[in-house]
């Protein structure tokens, strides 16, 4: 399995074949609408991540001590970053998503995405997602 | 595409090179400025006017012997009566400076929480911006009054029948904006201050979205409390006006203790300053102030009705255009509205339309516009708002059609 620096510099290179920011969003769109969609039973309240612009939705169950993560989000610009998010992050050990980064979004142009005063729910998203890994990392500790 | 129309009364691209601004690119293209009704721009003569200030006469007000201090202080006593004259206000005096509508807003609501008792009644609409909600919602918490609430309709008006059953004796104080940021709604303030009277009610207009379109003038409308902000009409942002009547803004009490405030200060007992400067504590923003004349100047100078008729034709013109796009609602659909164009394509997100926007050069508005409440009625998560200026032009609504096209080809 690959890890993710090896997933994230996937990512970038797939980004570096397109000319302009056109095409790159106009693949961001694709990955937004292939994304595979949260259970509509977790897309709740509970689950909700708000944003003032758009909202974000995201759960994490653990299978064989990776996180699996599935998302949602009501903007399918916010939709599509989230793809590329769970493809990095999704299928790990919680202590290489506790360890791992998320500057390759400013490499593939979409920095102003993740910026804290976008208020799309992305950055709150990313906090979530860190969360999780914590509190699972957490529970392995205790078992071992 | 389409040309400025020749008979306008002014020309409008001699008018956009008084703006410096707006020969930026963003994103490589010439930046489309339609984000007017959260900023507008500031021409070269206000821009002139603060780098005036700082490089030749910057010094604090209404305290000092020496001649900067002497400068200033009469620049900013001029600006006031600007102001004054600009809205018909009887006295300078009740002309007060702020730190922009929101602030006062705050000025009033926190005042009549030693006024208002727990049987009374306080009325707001349901087309306000939050600042012109959540005061008032706080001033009820901390009265026991009770605040009702102006229902809306579906073309963005607000319900009068409706506001006429809520007044009862009972009503204090009825809080309304003369035009909604979200959708451009011009509200029927004159009816509304004339029945609230009636009822021996008092009447806060939050001018903010009006004041770049609409000469107010505040005897005529016997309004009792009108609020704008400098930065929405070609001033700086961090100053405002808040106009009262007399009898009102002798009975508020201060909002803030400080200087310039005071008449008299002990330890046993401080009197207050009379008017402006009870309201006015501490050092205020001086250069803002006097810059906020200079706007209104340079606004006056093109004159309000050239302005409105010029807009007026822009708003027409982009509906007419925008319309044409399959699946486009345009939301507040009435006649009587400012240049503002809220709107949603069906089934794409206002973030991702803002953001496709965003990367042709063009400035919208995407969100709920704080006005949750407007959004809530329409089932929508936001808008997108267009919102323009008498600086911009058709061609640029022709590129704004043909930008919301492109991203709906992308998004869709």
């Not at chain 2, 009262?244 to 330890?267: R, S």
């Not at chain 2, 250069?287 to 340079?298: K, Q, V």
Request: aromatic share 8%; net charge negative; with cysteine.
């Amino acid at each position: 399995m690959k890890s993710i620096p090896e997933i994230q510099q996937e990512i970038v290179e797939e980004f570096e074949m397109f000319d302009d920011w056109m095409q790159r969003y106009e693949y961001m769109i694709e990955l937004g609408k292939s994304l595979p969609l949260i259970d509509e039973k977790y897309k709740t309240e509970e689950y909700i991540i708000k944003g003032c612009q758009s909202k974000v939705w995201v759960h994490a169950d653990l299978n064989d001590d990776k996180i699996e993560f599935t998302a949602d989000s009501d903007a399918i610009i916010t939709k599509g970053i989230i793809a590329i998010l769970i493809r990095s992050f999704s299928g790990q050990p919680p202590q290489e998503i506790l360890d791992a980064d998320t500057s390759f979004i400013d490499k593939i142009g979409l920095k102003e995405h993740l910026s804290p005063t976008r208020a799309n729910g992305l950055v709150s998203m990313i906090k979530q997602i860190k969360l999780y890994a914590i509190a699972y990392q957490a529970q392995a500790d205790s078992k071992s | 595409m389409a040309s400025v129309d020749t008979s306008l009364q002014f020309d409008v691209e001699k008018i956009r090179a008084d703006f410096p601004i707006l020969k930026r690119k963003v994103n490589d293209k010439p930046l489309v400025y339609f984000d007017n009704a959260a900023t507008s721009q500031t021409p070269q003569a206000v821009i002139d006017v603060i780098v005036d200030y700082y490089s030749r006469y910057n010094a604090n007000i209404h305290r000092g012997v020496h001649a900067l201090s002497q400068e200033a202080t009469d620049a900013y006593e001029q600006a006031r009566i600007k102001i004054q004259k600009h809205f018909n206000i009887p006295k300078p005096y009740q002309t007060l400076f702020t730190a922009g509508t929101t602030h006062g807003i705050n000025i009033v609501a926190s005042g009549f929480a030693s006024i208002l008792k727990a049987e009374d009644e306080v009325i707001v609409s349901a087309l306000e911006h939050h600042s012109n909600i959540v005061p008032w919602q706080m001033l009820c918490e901390k009265t026991g009054a009770e605040l009702k609430v102006i229902p809306m309709l579906e073309n963005g008006t607000l319900d009068m029948h409706a506001f006429e059953a809520l007044l009862s004796d009972q009503t204090k104080l009825v809080f309304v904006n003369h035009v909604s940021n979200a959708l451009g709604t011009v509200n029927p303030i004159e009816e509304i201050i004339e029945k609230t009277h009636k009822v021996g009610g008092a009447v806060l207009v939050d001018g903010a979205q009006a004041a770049p379109h609409i000469k107010a003038d505040v005897q005529a409308l016997d309004v009792d409390f009108y609020v704008v902000s400098a930065h929405k009409m070609c001033g700086p942002t961090g100053v405002g006006m808040l106009y009262g009547k007399e009898e009102w803004l002798e009975k508020l009490p201060p909002y803030q203790g400080g200087g310039e405030m005071i008449d008299q200060v002990t330890f046993e007992k401080t009197t207050y300053a009379g008017l402006p400067h009870k309201f006015e504590a501490g050092t205020p923003n001086i250069c803002g102030g006097i810059a906020f004349g200079a706007a209104l100047d340079y606004m006056n100078g093109i004159g309000f009705d050239q302005i409105a008729a010029y807009e007026h034709e822009l708003l027409e013109y982009a509906t007419a255009q925008l319309k044409t796009i399959e699946g486009l609602r345009i939301y507040g659909d009435t006649l009587n509205k400012t240049a503002v164009i809220s709107f949603n394509i069906e089934g794409i997100h206002p973030y991702d339309m803002g953001t496709i926007l965003d990367k042709l050069g063009i400035a919208v508005r995407t969100g709920h516009h704080c006005a949750q409440p407007i959004m809530d009625f329409y089932k929508i998560p936001g808008t997108v708002r267009a919102s323009f200026a008498f600086y911009n032009t058709k061609e640029e609504i022709d590129i704004l059609v043909a930008g919301v096209e492109r991203a709906r080809n992308m998004l869709v």
